[in-house]
Each structure stands twice: as C-alpha cells, then as structure tokens.
C-alpha cells in the first residue's frame, strides 16, 4: 500500500503505536513483535503502520484494535482516523494532543487563501504620539 503524507496519517501511526503501548503498558514483556505476531504479520509491517510508511486500511486497523482489546469512543476515533486517511486537510482535537479550539484555528490556517487584520481596539504603534491623543481628546470634546 502506498504511504500518505497527511496529517491523518501521521496521526493513524501515532494512535496505532499508543494503544500498542497502552496495551503492553502493565507487562514488561511484550511488544510490537508480538503483536505483529498474534496478527499473522511481520514486525516489519507492523512498524511501517506505525511511523506511517504504509497504510494499514480500516480492516487491518480493526483488526489490531480488536486484539490489543480497545473499544468504546477510542476504538471509534482510531477508526474514524483509519478513514480519513488520505484526507490532506484533516485536523482533529484530542488525539494529538492538541487543543480542540486550536485545531480550529489550524484548520481555517491550512486553507485559507487571505488573511486581514483588524484590530478596532488597537492603536497603531505609529498613531501613539502626544500629537495624535491630543487631537482625539479634542475630537470627543474632552
């Protein structure tokens, strides 16, 4: 399968190689081979999935879900990341570590095509001179 260069793949890798930690967490034995063997695939693979040099599919990602036993809402995340894949311009909060408001503001970031500042309540530095607060205290009839 060919590697996807996108942010939901990067993040597929990192989610897959945490649940494997989490999973293997109590024992002291344990760990990518021997997931990869319980999986009937080789460590190789298994590694490629997780620094995001392959792509596993959704099948193979339920698959190594199912056996390291994750369910609930992050089986469903992990799986919903799984699909979107090849998504380029796909953010999501939470599952790295990143702030749910600031994935946000990423996102508008990553497609935005022109970006204007304005700031009503804020005075230009070159505007903030004895001359000019003078004549707007003036203006308002201070």
């Known amino acids: 399968m060919p590697t996807y260069d996108t942010p939901a793949a990067e993040t597929l890798g990192d989610a897959l190689k945490q649940a494997r930690m989490d999973a293997y967490a109590p024992r002291t034995h344990g760990s990518l081979t021997d997931l990869a063997r319980r999986l009937n695939i080789s460590h190789n693979t298994l590694s490629q999935w997780e620094s995001n040099k ?27 990341i799984a699909r979107a894949v090849k998504e380029k311009n796909w953010l999501t909060g939470g599952a790295t570590g990143i702030d749910e408001k600031l994935t946000g503001i990423m996102q508008f970031e990553r497609t ?9 309540l804020n005075m230009p530095a070159l505007l903030q001179t004895g ?7 003036r203006a308002k009839g201070c």
């Open 112 to 120: 935005c095509t022109e970006l204007v500042a304005w700031s009503p």
């Open 54 to 80: 392959r792509d596993p599919g959704p099948d193979n990602v339920k698959r190594l879900l199912d056996e390291l036993g994750i369910e609930g809402s992050r089986f469903e995340m992990i799986m919903a």
């Open 131 to 137: 001359e000019f607060a003078t004549a707007v205290v």
